[in-house]
């Protein structure tokens, strides 16, 4: 960007006492490595409060354009104090607290260079940016949003955000509301002193939000298809079952995902006799001849005096009641009941592998194990048969230590929980297996597609919300089926921006819970509307009004940003063009680090400015064997995890230059090359967890990097240099200590295998 560029050096936190301030002052003014000249360099005391404010002034007073202050992390400034200040100027932190003097000996000629380098740097980072300003749509977002499911979750989910002032649109694809709570008999107790099941209070909550006069209620009715993208969503809906369109269509500024759950059909369990003894039923049949008053056996209609609930959760056979969860062992708890409550001379057995009763429930389950006709026991269930009226239960491996046989009158399975979601990415693989089957260049390669498009079948007609994204038309599922998101983090964000999956379809939930989480995700679609509504990004880069811009012009159509973004940000065109949308978008930068053309770039991160960023440090010749190392650290857990070293004081070689990228997937391989090229001796790639259980803030961004490394090794190769001159390393945040401890092994494995060749060329 071309205007003032002002440079401020805090001398607070021991920063003047461990640096030379008048040489950095320099830096600024007049430096050899780069071609840049501060229009005002001042030294500063602190920067917070009066001293901060001073800043701001001058800023403002000087008309700066590009400001470096250079003092602690940016991390320092949880609070942006320049928010103001952001609409026409470029802010850059320099970290010399954090990363320089609390990490490094004091005026030591080591950490002086490290010091001047990350000034270097930061000057060429602001002048190399320029002010990011909200996409052109911001300002016709649609605030509306759209609750799909018309259960307890998506009747919560609506009515906050009526409340909220929202105008809301239900859709449900039954004829009525109430989900599985209006089916129940009762529900476990939700108040103190948690002892009895209540009665279900779903009839005036659906009474409630029909009187709404923002919300619009469509029974009946499922999504036709879903156009568009966040804060300008195209809704139609059709009739429950019918083909094509035209019930209704409107627009969406966010979505709420309430679609529920359904039973777990029972397998690999012949043994305990279902569908083949009358008398064994799951939990849910249960729950239905519990609402019909007395509770009688299927078989003869005779009322029912003993039932053995058998609770097979935690089996070592993962293909038997995967979805089990505590909700089915409070199930057992509540129905046990209902077999009390039929008469004093009633009995209930419950057998399980694990009882769970988490939080308040611990007082329910107490209440029931303390019931005279209750009886609890860990057991495992041999076999279930029927002889002379009744069933038969063989019980081994028990807290009695001994083998039990119990006869009732009735078995009940604890059926799991499934999550009602359709997996987006396996029909999407499915869509292209038929593209595949039908234009295979060979026979093998229609006969592998065709296959394909078998082992898939079970996929279709599934999609629930029909999204016109490349990626698929549902959210991408886990291995359980559950929606993908960041669980540790933001739970509530799908890897579909704007679109919140609640209940029991995100999460095994009681009715308590449902509620609780509906409230949270109404909360969550609220907010991204109006963030959206100012150009804003959610999470994890919350208020970020940047976004990516592509020069088409030199788009080679090969798709690797289509395929590598994480949100579905981008469509194609049927040339493999790609085809942005900004309120999809969450900034990391993985596009940008996908293509090999270098035609992605943002306002204030792009390709060229890291080059450059890279050029500006002093790269020490040969004879003098002061190495350098390039490290591309992740702003999400990687920097931090540095920032948290020196807070500690932690001391790590002063040799390395730390690059903080967006994630790593943003991180062009070019970067590495460049670097490679101008003699850096190793380059360290620092980002967050990977893999099934991945903690990445981005969901695949260091996967992706690792997958670009045999691109890296290739150009290794190509250069005659030693592999382990580059080196990926999975960083937590907590991981304070093992990244000092990576960083100097690293530094210590480089200098022994020696100095890059091609320094000085």
Partial sequence: MQGKLGVYICTGYGIGEALDIEALQKVAQDDEFIDVKADLVKTVPSCEGDDLEAIKAEIAAEDLKNVVIAGPSARFYADDPFYDFKADRVLEFVNLREQVVWCQPPNEEDTQKMAEDYLRMGIIRATKANPPAPFE???????????????????????????AGYNVHLVEKEQALGGWMAKLHKSVPTKPPFKEPEPVDVAERIKALEAMDNVTIHTGAEIAKIDGAPGMFEVSLKATGAEGNGLATFTAGAIVQATGWRPDKPKHIDHLGFEKLPDVITNIQMEELARGGKIARPSDGKEVRSVAFVQVGGSPDPGVFSHCSSIVDLTALKQALYVREQGDDRKAFIFYDHLRAPGHYEDFYRAVQANPGVFLTKGKVESVTASGGKLVLDVKDTMLAKALTVEVDLVVLGTGMKPIVADGEAIRQLRDAKVRAEKGESEDQRKAGAELVEKLKEHEGTSILNLNYRQGPDLPSLKYGYPDSHF??????????????????????DGVQAVEDATGAAMKAIQVVEMLSRGEAPHPRAGDISFPDFFLQRCTQCKRCTEECPFGALNEDVKGTPQPNPTRCRRCGICLGSCPERIIS???????QIANVIKAIEVPEEFEEKPRFLVFACENDAYPALDLAGQRRLRYSPFIRVIPVRCLGSMNPVWVSEALSKGYDGILLLGCKFGDDYQCHFIKGSELADYRGDNIREKLQQMALENERVQLHEIQISDVDKVVQIINDFAEEITGIGMNPFKGF
């Fill in 137 to 163: 749509q911001a300002g016709q977002i649609n605030k509306d949003i759209l609750v799909v499911g018309g259960g307890i979750a998506g009747i919560t989910a609506a009515t906050e955000a009526a409340r």
């Fill in 602 to 608: 943002f306002k204030n991160f792009s390709v060229d």
């Fill in 488 to 509: 540790i983090c933001f739970p509530y964000e799908s890897r579909r921006t704007a679109i919140y999956p609640t209940g029991a379809c995100r999460t095994p939930t």
